[in-house]
C-alpha cells in the first residue's frame, strides 16, 4: 500500500519526534536519524515513513500531529 502523506519539512520533522531543530540536526550529523532529501534548493523534506519508523524503533508508534497552524495546504 502506498504511502500518500506529504512530506515533511525539518520543523515538522522535529516537532513529530518531539526534538528541537538543532537536535534533529544532531541526530542526523551522528547518523541516528536519516538525512532528507531536497525538493528545492533550499528546501529538504523527510518521507513520513522515516520519521515512524524511528518513533517505533524508540517505542512511539506514529507522528505526533501537527499544530493546526503549521499544517500545509495542499
Known sequence: M???RQPLEESDV???LG???D???RLIEAGE???GFYVSERTKVWHP???DAYLHLRG???LKPL???AKKQP
Do not use: E, Q
Open 49 to 51: 515513513k522515516d520519521t
Open 19 to 21: 526534538i528541537s531543530v
Open 2 to 4: 502506498a504511502d500518500d
Open 33 to 35: 536519524f536519516p538525512d
Open 67 to 69: 499544530p493546526s497552524s
Open 23 to 25: 537536535t534533529l540536526k
Open 14 to 16: 522535529a516537532h513529530a
Open 60 to 62: 512511539r508508534i506514529g
